[in-house]
Every structure is written in structure tokens, then in C-alpha cells.
């Protein structure tokens, strides 16, 4: 079936340094989405990429969609403390259920 | 964006009780909801996608008669888990589709904390 690598598990950056989360589906995709979840708290969609090669931007994050559908990056410059929490990427075929990666947790020093 | 209702938010039952989640949309038709089992510090992983009006399609190693899925409306379905263990304990989300069927945006609900003592 369908699988949804995500790389790493855990990043800790200090504040002020970039963070990257990769995501790897072995199947093509209809479309890939972030979403990010606090310590307990429920996942917080963040953005959809539908397009091949698709680049996104939310303010200090950057999105981006590979040209074969089947990788994605989440990319944050110049982290803060408010950044912390696991990013998830999650992946579907049109209609059917999001597969969620492992999530990447990432925490921020001052 | 659209919003899901999940209710409870936590319970704590006995070993050996029933417990009903809810999950409903509250200002969309979702024919499509999933539900999703989240242990601590891991992934989210697919336990069901619920269509409205027809049976549910359970992911392989999830018990269909332990856990019981009912999607009778088009903005309402629960999952009951049955006979309740403690290795049952877990974060129970359900999420529902919105928009059109390539770029259908999955909103989830606020989650439900089961602990079976």
C-alpha cells in the first residue's frame, strides 16, 4: 500500500537557524499537505500542494512539491520558539484517505 | 475553513465498557470521514474511512467489531469502541473531506483523549 516517508524524526535548532522536513511517497500523489501539531494539540492543517513543482510561501515557511509528485520539503527560515511542534506531511490519491508521514518534531533553543 | 466537531474531548472509562465518539461537520456534507489513532509520540495512522450510508473500510489489523463505525448522516459519524482495554488507550481523531473530490482538504476534529482504566 501506500507509504509516506518523512526525514528526519527530531531537529533541534537553535533560534534563528533554518529547519527542512523531508517527505517521500512511494506512490505518485494527488496532492501533499502539512500540517503541524503542538504538544497536545490536534493536527493544524497548514498548506495543500497540488501542482508538480509547486512552491508555496507562508510568511517564514516555504513549501515545495516535487516535480514526479512524490516528494515534498517543508523548508522555515530563521526558526523561533514559536515554531516548535511536529510537522506532518500527509499524502493522497484524489479521494481517498491522507496517509500521514512520521512526523518531524522540532524543538527551539533561545 | 470548515469545521469538524469531535466530542468528547477526553474520556476515562472502566475496562470492559463501550465508549461513543462523535464526529461531525459542522457547516459542510462530508460523505467521507476517517478516523485516526495517534499513541504518544508517534504518526497518526488511518484506523477506517467511514462513507455515509454504506459500511466502513477498515485498515488491516483494525478490528471492525471492536471498534464500530456508523456514518448515518452526511454530517455525522462515530466510532464506538467496544469492550474497552487499556491497550485501547489513545488519541482518537476523525477528519472529513471538504471541497472538490482532487483537492479535497481534510479538516480534523479537535480529537478525543481515551484512557480505559
Known amino acids: 500500500g501506500q507509504q509516506v516517508m518523512q526525514i528526519p524524526q527530531y531537529q533541534h535548532v537553535q533560534e534563528g537557524e533554518d529547519f527542512t522536513t523531508y517527505c517521500n511517497s512511494s506512490?505518485?500523489?494527488?496532492?501533499i499537505q502539512w500540517y503541524k501539531q503542538r504538544p497536545g494539540g490536534h493536527p493544524v492543517f497548514l498548506i495543500q500542494l497540488v501542482k508538480s513543482g509547486e512552491v508555496k510561501k507562508q510568511k517564514r515557511l516555504t513549501f515545495q512539491f516535487g516535480e514526479a509528485k512524490k516528494n515534498s520539503s517543508l523548508h522555515i527560515t530563521a526558526t523561533q520558539t514559536t515554531d516548535v511542534g511536529t510537522y506532518f506531511c500527509a499524502g493522497n490519491q484524489a479521494g481517498t484517505a491522507l496517509i500521514f508521514g512520521k512526523g518531524t518534531t522540532l524543538s527551539v533553543s533561545s | 475553513g470548515a469545521v469538524v466537531s469531535q466530542h468528547p474531548s477526553r474520556v476515562i472509562c472502566k475496562s470492559g465498557t463501550s465508549v461513543k465518539i462523535e464526529c461531525r461537520s459542522l457547516?459542510?456534507?462530508?460523505?467521507?470521514m476517517f478516523w485516526y489513532r495517534q499513541f504518544p509520540k508517534q504518526s497518526l495512522m488511518l484506523m477506517a474511512t467511514?462513507?455515509?450510508?454504506?459500511?466502513?473500510?477498515?485498515e488491516q489489523g483494525v478490528e471492525k467489531d471492536k471498534f464500530l463505525i456508523n456514518h448515518a448522516s452526511l454530517t455525522l459519524s462515530t466510532l464506538t469502541v467496544t469492550s474497552a482495554h487499556p491497550e485501547d488507550s489513545s488519541f482518537y481523531i476523525c477528519?472529513?473531506?471538504?471541497?472538490?473530490?482532487?483537492?479535497?482538504?481534510?479538516?480534523f476534529g479537535q480529537g478525543t483523549r481515551l484512557t480505559v482504566v
Open positions: 506512490t505518485t500523489l494527488s496532492n
Open positions: 467511514s462513507n455515509e450510508g454504506s459500511k466502513a473500510t477498515y
Open positions: 457547516d459542510f456534507q462530508a460523505t467521507t
Open positions: 477528519s472529513a473531506l471538504a471541497g472538490v473530490l482532487q483537492q479535497a482538504e481534510a479538516f
